[in-house]
Nanobody, 121 residues
Framework: VQLQASGGGLVQAGGSLRLSCAAS????????MGWFRQAPGKEREFVAA????????YYADSVKGRFTISRDNAKNTVYLQMNSLKPEDTAVYYC???????????????WGQGTLVTVSS
């Protein structure tokens, strides 16, 4: 499966962005999806994940209550709605796919190219 992330940009603290990740290739609904992020000089970290049906979601504690992951299997797209953004949310955000939901980056088989989110204070 090929993944294309989009929607990043520059936003002020307290603002919102919605990231999208469009999938092509094999059946999108066969994959659980995850969002990860990597800030400069830091390791890639888990943000959120969603099961194949969308019925189960996981969130990192740092984004819980502010970010929402969702998916539209008819459109082969997963979303990350980010509200109340903070400067520490600044990072390159990546979407990823694997067979079952997980929060470990090394378990994901397919990755998008990343989209940059910059939150100014």
């Amino acid at each position: 499966v090929q993944l294309q992330a989009s929607g990043g940009g520059l936003v002020q603290a307290g603002g919102s962005l919605r990231l999208s990740c469009a999938a092509s290739g094999r059946t999108f609904s066969s994959y659980a999806m995850g969002w990860f992020r990597q800030a400069p000089g830091k390791e890639r970290e888990f943000v959120a994940a969603i099961s194949r049906s969308g019925g189960t979601t996981y969130y990192a504690d740092s984004v819980k209550g502010r970010f929402t992951i969702s998916r539209d299997n008819a459109k082969n797209t997963v979303y990350l709605q980010m509200n109340s953004l903070k400067p520490e949310d600044t990072a390159v955000y990546y979407c990823a796919a694997r067979g079952g939901i997980d929060y470990t980056a090394s378990q994901y088989d397919y990755w998008g190219q990343g989209t940059l989110v910059t939150v100014s204070s």
